[in-house]
């Protein structure tokens, strides 16, 4: 489940030219769009997997837009009815085993090249010069206002603590039902027992350090995993988190 940002138009398009002032502009921009992947072998299944995280995310990303893909050929008008269920919305679905029925729901769908990670895919020659200043751009705003944010207090259930273009140290624990988002690194001195949100905006360098790891869910980069997937060997211990390519990897800081 991987958040990518996408370059969805690239040039500028112009209606009504007899016009001084254009009338409708169309201008590039980079979205921030989730990939939800279900591994599921059936569509029962697949429906329940999405459910499952649907349930388990924060409150703050129910409203973010998604492309759905799935390992089985599953009607789209049945995870429709989950994502109205839950706030999610979904743009379209990659090609794959829900294009059949995406037409008949209004839903897109996007070829595989489309859902490529922007670090990840070619530019050309005439291109490089507009990416090299648009990474420019973001580095810049991330510097500027990249400070660390320390909470001292314990996060209580229902709160949410968000460090906006930097860290977020939290010294405390982090209880059952909070959230703690950062578009940096995450480090919680306590237990971690609620939500983290590594790497918001896309840093897919952001990892998530604790004491305790005990989560209901971390995310890195808009990857996520849920707690039924985390509970093992690692529970109740040190742990950090970080992305390796599309997946989250774990492991002991003892």
Known sequence: MRNNAHP????????????STPATEVKGVMLP????????????????EFRAWAEALPEAMRSMPIILDAAHHTACSSLL????????????????????TAPACGLAVLPEDALMP????????????VQE????????????????????????????IYAEGGDLIVL?????GAEVIADGHIHIYGALRGRAIAGARGDATARIFCRRFE???????????????????????????????????????D
């Open 8 to 19: 969805y138009v690239r040039r500028r398009i112009v209606v009504n030219e007899t016009a």
């Open 33 to 48: 769009i989730t990939r939800v992947r279900m591994s599921a072998r059936g569509a029962s299944d697949t429906v329940a």
């Open 81 to 100: 009815e989950v994502a109205r269920e839950y706030g999610l919305r979904v743009l379209g679905v990659a090609d794959g085993k829900l294009a059949p």
């Open 172 to 176: 405390g624990t982090v209880s059952p």
């Open 133 to 160: 200043a648009q990474d420019k751009a973001v580095a810049a705003a991330v510097t500027a206002g990249g400070r660390s944010r320390v909470v001292q207090s314990p996060v209580r259930s229902g709160q949410q």
């Open 118 to 129: 922007t670090r990840a895919r070619t530019t050309s020659h005439a291109e490089r010069p």
């Open 215 to 253: 989560p209901e869910l971390v995310a890195c980069a808009g990857v996520y995993n849920v707690a039924e997937r985390m509970r093992g060997e690692l529970s109740g211990k040190p742990v950090q988190v970080w992305l390796d390519g599309d997946d989250l990897q774990f492991s002991s800081l």
